[in-house]
């Protein structure tokens, strides 16, 4: 089937060359200010214009703030009008990002935790802090429930880090075990399973049955952790998200449906510190 291109074919008739109009330089922090003003949060501000732009853009990035890209000589009145018509989802976005300890202002980060929860597992430790005169952050365990962070324990990135180590090494453990326990409840056997950090993952299946696990799974309620566990061990048969796929997955988990929506906004549950290790 082709499709029928009802616009109009441009004249191929010759180009009459307009004298250039010149306009004044792009004003960008007339523009940044414009468009702070009509922002439901306050945050650092870019506009940059681009040549190539359709449409105004708005990008919120942590550590930067809103970053906005129009076309090149639209009239601020467009500008300011494309900012409000966003402020719900501007507002939202700033929430979330705040909640995951990524904030967009620059400079400001989650609080250290005083404690690790793998809510999936029950697990609890304290965290207790030493500043010691090094680089980076040390972490060593004082107990079965207690954790010591000592080093540059004012450096957030520094203390995320080691934390995380530490969780995506425990989560991933009892991910693993856990695995094991549903498939043998389930009966559907896989080929492997890794542990990773993907920033937009829960899981994944390969082909030859391997599972991938998103260690933050771990600070996830039971019944959402074990339904990625089932999810992915359904891909061991369907290898595909058909009305199939989700018949063998309500067989295992009744109401998948319902919670896979949940699932969808679980981002909540990860630790706000999380954000703040690179
Ligand atoms: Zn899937």
Known sequence: MTRANTSPKPSSGPVRERPARRRPPFDAAGAAALAAARLPRPMPVAVRENARAKNVVLRLIPGQGLVVTM?????????????GARSEWIAATWDRLAAEGRPLEPGLTAPRPENIVLTAFGRQWDVAYAARDRDGCLLTAR????????????????V??????????RGGALLKEA???????????????TIRAQRTRWGSCTARGRISLNFTLAFLPWE???????????????????ARFW?????????????????????HYLPAWLGAAR
């Open 179 to 193: 695995l094991a326990q549903v498939s043998q409840e389930t009966g559907l056997p896989y080929t492997g399973a």
């Open 71 to 83: 076309p090149v000589g639209l009239p601020p009145a467009r500008l300011a009008e494309a900012i």
């Open 143 to 158: 107990g079965p429930r207690s954790l010591l962070v000592s080093g540059a324990v004012d450096d957030m990135a520094a």
């Open 224 to 242: 959402l952790c074990r339904l990625v566990l089932v999810h992915e061990l359904c891909h061991t048969r369907e290898l595909n998200h058909s």
């Open 160 to 169: 995320a880090g080691v934390l995380t180590l530490f969780c995506r090494d």
């Open 247 to 267: 018949a063998l997955v309500e067989e295992h988990v009744p109401g998948c449906r319902e919670l896979d929506a949940k699932l969808a906004a679980a981002r």
